[in-house]
């Protein structure tokens, strides 16, 4: 992992897939009776489903970095050693910003479609829910002195901590109404909801933006390790 | 097969044993149990007043019931699972560390603050009933609901609680690291509760009931696989 961190052909892939991304979603026309490359027109959404390349593929490494702090934490119970809780940490923290991206994003899309910032959606309460969670993980980490005590409780409740997050944000929305696609009755990423014009730019888009974030959490944890070893280095 | 069979039973056998040994010592210890019911009865009768003085006690809806229920219930049960811990002196648990595995340990504690935590939420249920009325319809859910989300609570606080307690904090960090985590069950419990108000169930009541099992199921199997990794110091 540490070796495919410092790589660069996957950073330069996924800039480039954003910015074609970026560029042509907010580019391309939406579809006015004339053929040739458009997206669909659609009667609530209008111009606001090029959000979809960016709310959607924010959420999506949300959740990954989310999922790579939890191995990372595993790993960490399993042999502790510094530079896995430095990996836990920082994967959370950078899975929280792009959380918050992702809450932002929403926030704006569902003001111009259902009228509102906020609606109690089972997915928006479990956003919501979800920052909460992380940010006690945090408080966690910064009320106990001992590193490997802090490491050891911090990775234990971040286990703890993700594996209700992921029942409360993937199968209760799923049983429950919500105003988003596919949960509800309402139809999913289907063929006749993501049209295939809109798919070629949003498989790209969500490459782009979790290669954006694994980039930002590398440096980050990176920013952050030798900012300790400075501390005792200093000391 | 009975090698395993046996190492099960013996397993079961010592859990029995240190839930008796911790009850005993939890009503020996009676202000612990005592000072949880002071806060309890001091808490409704804060509510009481408050409606009272509002005037709003005679045509109280049940939502405010269910509302001010939970939040008196959910601060219960933390107190009452985080006392469980923080009243363990070090020698005490270096006593235990060497008598006993740490899954006998968290296993034994997850039951004996179920049950606690149950009588608690029980005997505030009754009080809730004496002082502000009965709304509920359908008083078997409401039994069912209340057992289940309560259990779901101190399932959830007592590994918190264990958290809190090992980082050296206080309760307050516990209610900071358990709240985020129990909003989930909240939110499915504050639906079956309030099935209890009406005259018929709906049709997601069976879907709620199994979401809300599963969420006493998931921090009951992680406290008994992480709290190996937490326990020694």
């Known amino acids: 992992m540490e070796r495919f961190l410092k790589q660069f052909w996957w950073k330069i892939i996924g800039i480039g897939l954003l910015m074609f991304a970026i560029v042509s979603g907010l580019w391309i026309p939406l579809y006015q009776g004339v053929e040739g490359l458009s997206f669909p027109n659609l009667p609530i959404l209008n111009e606001s489903i090029r959000n979809l390349l960016f709310h959607v593929p924010m959420w999506f490494s949300m959740v990954f970095l989310l999922l790579l702090s939890f191995i990372y934490s595993i790993a960490y119970l399993g042999t502790p050693d510094r530079m896995k809780d430095n990996y836990a940490v920082g994967f959370a923290q950078v899975g929280v910003l792009f959380g918050a991206l992702g809450i932002f994003t929403g926030m704006v899309w569902a003001k111009s479609t259902w009228g509102a910032f906020w609606t109690n959606d089972p997915k928006l309460n479990g956003a919501a829910i979800g920052m909460l969670i992380y940010f006690a993980y945090l408080i966690l980490r910064s009320s106990v002195e001992d590193e490997m005590k802090r490491g050891k409780l911090a990775a234990s409740y971040n286990i703890f901590a993700f594996n209700i997050y992921i029942a409360f944000i993937f199968v209760i929305p799923r049983l429950t109404d919500s105003l988003h696609p596919g949960n509800g009755g309402n139809p999913a990423f289907s063929s006749y909801d993501l049209d295939n014009t809109l798919r070629l730019f949003f498989y790209p888009a969500s490459l782009g933006w979790i290669a954006l974030s694994m980039w930002i959490s590398s440096i980050w944890i990176r920013y952050n390790f030798l900012t300790q070893e400075y501390e005792e280095y200093e000391d | ?233």
């Open chain 2, 1 to 233: 097969m009975q090698n395993r069979y046996l190492c099960f039973m013996k397993f079961g056998w010592q859990v029995l044993n240190f839930v008796w040994l911790e009850l005993k010592l939890e009503f020996r210890l009676k202000y612990a149990i005592a000072g949880l019911l002071m806060f309890v009865l001091s808490t409704v009768y804060l509510v009481y007043f408050s409606l009272e003085y509002q005037g709003v006690r005679g045509d109280l809806l049940p939502t405010i019931w269910s509302i001010f229920f939970w939040l008196i219930v959910l601060f219960t049960t933390v107190n009452a699972t985080f006392q469980s811990f923080s009243k363990l002196s070090q020698g005490k648990m270096l006593l235990y560390y060497t008598l006993v595995s740490p899954q006998v340990f968290i296993a034994a504690k997850l039951i004996v603050n179920a049950l606690v935590s149950l009588i608690l939420s029980l005997l505030t249920g009754l009080i809730f009933i004496f002082i502000l009325g009965n709304p509920s319809q359908q008083f078997a859910v409401l039994l069912l609901s209340l057992s289940i989300g309560t259990m779901g609570y101190s399932l959830l606080f007592t590994y918190i609680s264990a958290i809190a307690s090992k980082s050296g904090g206080n309760a307050s960090l516990a209610v900071v690291l358990g709240f985020p985590l129990a909003l989930p069950l909240l939110s499915i419990i504050v639906k079956l509760f309030g099935e209890s108000f009406n005259p018929s169930l709906s049709l997601n009541f069976d879907n709620n009931l199994w979401i809300a099992l599963g969420f006493n199921f998931i921090p009951l199997l992680l406290a008994l696989i992480l709290f190996p990794y937490i326990w020694r110091d």
